[in-house]
């Protein structure tokens, strides 16, 4: 079954720390999200990228790092700039604008816990 | 002003009741709009698509009104399973395909 796949599930990170998490889709979308949710909260837009090789700026992107060098994969690196990271993590990924399907699918997250 | 606000919450009901929340958005451009259900310490899933005629799956309807830029979920006949928070989704169309989330309704229906 075509799907999202976050790796790891859970993360723990010493301060300073750079840490790198995985975001991998089968499903042939061309457009991928990372949010960030903190508890309580609804979740903000960090980066996002609509085709291979180009990416944009969500609402709080400083502190992230993202590439996006294969259609299949938006991995996402938390850098020691960023000064509150510890929260839940949600890649997502959309069909194609022009299929008539304009929804999200999200993957099971990754919580990050800085230590 | 936030580009998409939904009720606070929470929102405590008995089984059966019947509740609603409302999302306004500040985008005029936006083009398509969402309702995701989230459970706790799980991912968003898609609990409909929400449409200019305004559209119904079963106990749910979702209502759009683009002259006061605002959405609105109806749900009737609330089952304990409805637990949950309820987050509007809006595409800000002139913004390249980038969607924001509002901060989440939760529900809690009690027996």
């Known amino acids: 079954d075509g799907g999202i796949t976050q790796s790891p599930k859970y993360l723990f990170r010493k301060e300073g720390q750079n840490v790198t998490l995985s975001c991998e889709q089968n499903?042939?979308?061309?457009?991928m999200y990372w949010y960030r949710q903190d508890p309580g909260q609804g979740l903000r837009l960090i980066y996002y990228?609509?085709?291979?090789?180009?990416?944009q700026k969500g609402d709080i992107a400083e502190g992230y790092s993202v590439s996006r060098e294969k259609k299949e994969s938006f991995p996402l690196t938390v850098t020691s700039a960023q000064k509150n990271p510890t929260a839940f993590y949600l890649c997502?990924?959309?069909?194609?604008?022009?299929?008539?399907?304009?929804?999200?699918?999200f993957g099971a997250g990754s919580r990050l816990t800085v230590l | 002003r936030k580009e998409v606000e939904q009720d606070p919450g929470p929102f405590n009901v008995p089984e059966g009741a019947t509740v609603a929340f409302n999302c306004t958005y500040s985008?005029?451009?936006?083009?398509?709009f969402f309702w995701y259900r989230q459970d706790c310490r799980k991912e968003p899933k898609l609990l409909m698509s929400?449409?200019?005629s305004g559209n119904e799956d079963g106990r749910f309807t979702a209502q759009l009104n683009r002259a006061s830029q605002y959405i609105s979920l109806l749900i009737r006949d609330s089952k304990l399973s409805d637990s949950a928070t309820y987050l509007c989704?809006?595409?800000?169309?002139?913004?390249?395909?980038?969607?924001?989330f509002g901060q989440g309704t939760e529900l809690s229906v009690k027996p």
């Open positions: 997502a990924s959309r069909r194609p604008l022009d299929s008539g399907a304009n929804v999200l699918t």
């Open positions: 499903l042939n979308h061309d457009a």
């Open positions: 990228s609509q085709i291979v090789n180009d990416f």
């Open positions: 985008n005029s451009a936006s083009q398509s």
């Open positions: 929400v449409y200019s």
């Open positions: 989704v809006v595409n800000m169309d002139n913004q390249g395909g980038k969607l924001i």
